[in-house]
């Protein structure tokens, strides 16, 4: 019996590997888990699956958890003058916004497919990296690297639960 994870990662590992121009494949993924039937397993799977596609994203565009690799020119795109807000404003989406695009789109994905619990599971999962992140700079916190590699990481785990339970206020305010 042939799983349909297993159809979709090798599916998804095709994509990217006939990604020519490095684009964001975060539109991909999302039509090989709509397109098939996403009936034939857990709503628990399909939200990690969720998550990995959310996160590969993140890093596919040349982003790490690093206060170095933040793409500061992006501040610098639309105007001639600089303005604090504005740059500010700019560096945010281009730092977070497909985390945003993705949890817009797995929330209308669990609308969709009538299954709410696909975005209760999401949350948990970004919950639940936030933990380890918070454990993991608690106890290495007098490790030579806290301050490198460590505390960024917690950081922007915790921008990405902060932005996700925004998305929740907000869906629980539409709905």
Excluded at 98 to 127: C, D, H, K, N, P
């Amino acid at each position: 019996k042939r799983y349909w994870c297993s159809s979709v990662i090798s599916r998804a590992n095709n994509l990217h590997q006939t990604n020519e121009h490095n684009l964001p494949i975060l539109p991909h993924y999302s039509t090989l888990m709509t397109t098939h039937n996403p009936h034939q397993i857990s709503t628990m799977v399909l939200a990690i699956l969720w998550r990995f596609v959310v996160r590969h994203t993140f890093f596919a565009t040349n982003h790490a958890c690093a206060f170095s690799r933040l793409q500061y020119s992006a501040a610098f795109v639309s105007t001639m003058e600089f303005n604090f807000a504005l740059g500010g404003t700019h560096l945010f989406l281009n730092t977070f916004g497909w985390e945003v695009v993705g949890m817009m789109i797995v929330r209308m994905t669990a609308t969709w497919s009538r299954r709410e619990s696909l975005w209760r599971w999401y949350g948990l999962f970004q919950l639940l990296e936030t933990s380890a992140n918070c454990i993991s700079v608690s106890l290495l916190r007098r490790h030579l690297m806290v301050w490198a590699i460590y505390a960024p990481r917690f950081l922007f785990s915790s921008i990405f639960l902060i932005l996700h339970e925004t998305a929740q206020l907000v869906s629980l305010l539409v709905s």
